[in-house]
């Protein structure tokens, strides 16, 4: 087999004396799909907050697409360019427009010149379905809306990978949908996803993997049908059946 | 008690004279407070403790102090040193006006560089990582994304200290700048009515301070344009 796009080898974090991460070991192929979910506090952010970097692993290693993170800026910044990610809170800037927001690391990073970049935003836009909202500051767009602005602006940096932490948490329930239709046709287009969600339907029609995390350890993993219909772990069962109750 | 509206009006004239040396104390030392504010605040901001501990004396010393024995330790204290009466500052720190300019953009310098300070930490921590993850270098964030938000946020602290800085002005006429404050003093000590005289200069600075607040108004509705539906 080709050599994994991501590969966390015992990796723990701490914050102080707490210990997020106890001993993870990962392994994603180009295309896979991946959902993480676990009870609050189980460490998922965590887990993929450390794949780029905007958490620092104590031990073990990690590698994206090869290159090992280490302290060095040049590794990070590589790294970085290859992993797009989306956030629970959007964390769209609020002081330029959603057009600007999506040219903004095309034209410092990539170093593409402004109609490039604008080329490719406009792209991104319409494949999230908004791109009459092109000149408008996010506060003026709906939840819903600014979750997809912000998959079209990870999408602009053409990553390999994308990581999604708890996308649609911060959404109204009517706008959860608008923003997994986009999540499911990216991976159907054959993106590297790994998806922090409590969307468990999300999960069995798109993941290839479920993960599931409790204290910080990878407790299960499994296929969404092995993971739902059959889960071994008694951790596993008491919080399928917490969520899925109801 | 009476109150001479006739003397008033003599005077008003007079103490006007002196609003261009005000506004050179004010806007002098203004903006070079807030460079100095900005240079400290760089300073602060690096992880580096031998730059960021002297900014951080620096603020203590400046902060901790009153502006008046501040004004007074440049103007009579500093002349005693040979070394500063040889030294490239002494054509600056021999004139009173000079003494006051160094003294209040000190004094502000330190104050606005904690401002912008908490400016810069109130920025939404989760922009910055949206930053990062996209590659933004760490100068890259700063400039794009932490300065133009922290702007706004300053800017009512920012302008509260231009107001207390505009009446600090009337301070150098301790050290004999006739600024409007140091002519009104003239005055009164030539009629002995002090009620007229400081009353109006008073109003004066009221004035001034409605004009600095709208202008600040308006900058600041400028910088939040984004935020309105």
């Known amino acids: 087999m080709t050599q994994p796009l991501i590969q966390m080898q015992n990796v723990d974090k701490f914050f102080g004396s707490f210990q997020a991460l106890k001993n993870i070991n990962l392994e994603v192929h180009k295309g896979e799909r991946i959902v993480v979910c676990g009870p609050s506090g189980s460490g998922k952010s965590t887990m993929i907050r450390c794949i780029n970097r905007l958490e620092k692993h104590n031990n073990g290693k990690i590698f994206i697409a090869g290159r090992e993170l280490t302290d060095s800026e040049k590794d990070i910044d590589a790294v970085r360019r290859e992993v797009g990610m989306v956030f629970q809170s959007f964390n769209l800037f609020p002081h330029m ?45 709906s939840g819903g809306q600014q979750q997809r602005v912000a998959i079209a602006r990870a999408l602009c940096m053409s990553p390999e990978i994308l990581l999604f932490d708890e996308p649609t948490s911060a959404l109204d329930p009517e706008m959860i949908n608008e923003v997994l239709e986009v999540m499911e046709d990216l991976a159907n287009e054959g993106m590297t996803m790994i998806c922090v969600t409590h969307e468990m339907g999300f999960a069995r029609s798109v993941a290839d993997r479920v993960i599931f995390m409790d204290l910080g350890e990878i407790v299960e993993e499994a296929s969404p049908q092995e993971f739902f219909e059959n889960p071994k772990n008694e951790r596993t069962k008491l919080f399928l059946s917490q969520i899925l109750s109801h | 008690m009476s109150f001479d509206i006739s003397l008033i009006l003599d005077s008003l004239p007079k103490m006007l004279s002196g609003i261009g040396l005000t506004f050179q104390l004010l806007i002098l030392s203004g903006v070079l407070g807030l460079f100095l504010a900005f240079v400290l605040l760089l300073m602060r901001l690096t992880e580096k403790w031998y730059f960021s501990f002297p900014a951080q004396i620096f603020i203590y010393v400046f902060r901790g102090t009153p502006i008046l024995v501040q004004i007074f330790i440049i103007y009579y204290g500093l002349p005693q040193f040979e070394a500063i009466r040889e030294s490239i500052f002494w054509p600056i720190l021999r004139e009173p006006f000079g003494c006051a300019i160094v003294a209040l953009t000190l004094n502000t310098g330190a104050y606005v560089s904690e401002i912008l300070r908490g400016a810069v930490l109130a920025v939404d921590r989760g922009l910055l990582e949206a930053g990062s993850a996209l590659g933004l270098s760490r100068n890259q964030r700063f400039i794009y994304i932490t300065s133009p938000l922290a702007i706004r946020l300053g800017i009512p602290p920012y302008s509260n200290d231009v107001i207390s800085l505009l009446k600090s002005t009337a301070l150098a006429s301790t050290i004999t700048v006739f600024d409007m404050m140091g002519i009104a003093r003239t005055i009164v000590a030539e009629t002995y009515a002090p009620y007229e005289i400081f009353i109006s200069l008073a109003i004066i600075y009221m004035i001034f301070t409605f004009f600095i607040q709208k202008g600040f108004g308006y900058f600041e509705n400028f910088m939040s344009r984004h935020v309105k539906k």
């Open chain 1, 97 to 141: 427009t959603v057009l600007r927001n999506l040219m903004l690391a095309p034209q410092l990073v990539r170093k593409n010149n402004k109609s490039k970049a604008k080329e490719t935003a406009m792209k991104y836009l319409e494949r999230v379905k908004i791109p009459d909202q092109a000149n408008k500051y996010p506060s003026q767009l």
